[in-house]
């Protein structure tokens, strides 16, 4: 009994610190994400297609669904999301998945190892593993692409976001404890920076869980309805009781 008890806590204790990181003892940052600003979503949507999607599909949705749900029209996902060419040579389809044109045999000799696909990966990493990830990349000569991670150590892919960010040095403080530090700023401040990784984040945590801004919009529904029962019953209740007391 007690071997069970205890193989009960140790599962819960798995479960309550998240998904394991893939290496390095750096905490995560909140990513405080709010995949119900709609704002948010777009700018991260196009910083994705921007900058990611060049190696990374997320075949699992297709471009006309992901517009409609953070608010873009057919036309502007056509125009600003689709890179990816049929056997003709045209433009896919709006209503296609959101594959990519690199093959996964090149990608493999590029990086070591192809890049995954991301649909998933908030639900897989958690958001707050992904925020810390696209912070956490900083110079390291001795890695083929010059990058490595403090939570994904030796990553494959390279400091996709450098020109934004800039670039960050792994050091060691006084105590010995190890920080990074910007030591050559890129196009963005270190907020904007911010900014831009939490959009990142909000646009893959939406597409990760596509119904999970349709049951929060479902839910403010339930909420107004929930409130204005409640007053029509309190109403209701005061008229059925006026004559008796
Ligand atoms: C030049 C190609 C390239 C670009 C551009 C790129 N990545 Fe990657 N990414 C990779 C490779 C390769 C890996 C696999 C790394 C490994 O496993 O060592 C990877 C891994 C990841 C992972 C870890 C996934 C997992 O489950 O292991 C995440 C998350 C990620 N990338 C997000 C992004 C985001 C967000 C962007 C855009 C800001 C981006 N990537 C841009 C090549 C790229």
Redesign the pocket.
């Known amino acids: 009994m007690k071997k069970l008890i205890a193989a009960t806590f140790v599962g819960l204790a798995a479960l309550f610190m998240g998904p394991a990181g ?1 290496a390095g003892a750096s905490e995560l940052m909140s990513a405080n994400v709010d995949i119900s600003n709609q704002n948010a979503l777009q700018r991260g949507a196009r ?2 297609a921007d ?2 999607m ?3 599909s997320t075949k699992y949705e297709r471009y006309n669904r992901v517009g409609k749900g953070i608010g873009l029209t057919e036309e502007h996902m056509e125009e600003h999301f689709i890179f990816v060419t049929d056997e003709e040579g045209e433009p896919v389809n709006v209503g296609s998945l959101m594959e990519i044109a690199m093959e996964e045999d090149y ?1 493999e000799e590029a ?6 696909d ?1 649909t998933l ?1 908030a639900r ?2 958690g958001e707050d593993w ?1 925020y810390t ?2 912070k956490s990349f900083y110079r390291d000569e001795s890695r083929p692409l010059g990058a490595n991670n403090t939570v ?1 150590s ?5 400091h ?2 450098w020109h934004k960010q800039g670039w960050q040095e792994l050091v060691e403080d006084d105590d010995g404890n190890e920080r990074l530090e910007l030591v050559e700023g890129g196009s963005m401040s270190p907020s904007e920076y911010d900014r831009a990784v939490r959009d ?1 984040v909000t646009y ?1 945590s939406y597409l990760g869980e596509p119904v999970k801004l349709e049951r929060q919009r479902i839910g403010v529904f339930v909420m107004i309805f929930l409130a204005f029962f409640t007053l029509l019953a309190y109403f209701l209740k005061k008229e059925y009781w006026k004559d008796v007391h």
């Open positions: 893939t910083l994705f900058n990611c060049g190696c990374h990608a990086f070591g190892v192809a890049p995954p991301l990966t897989i990493h992904l990830f696209l994904f030796n990553v494959g892919m390279p996709a976001l990142i893959l």
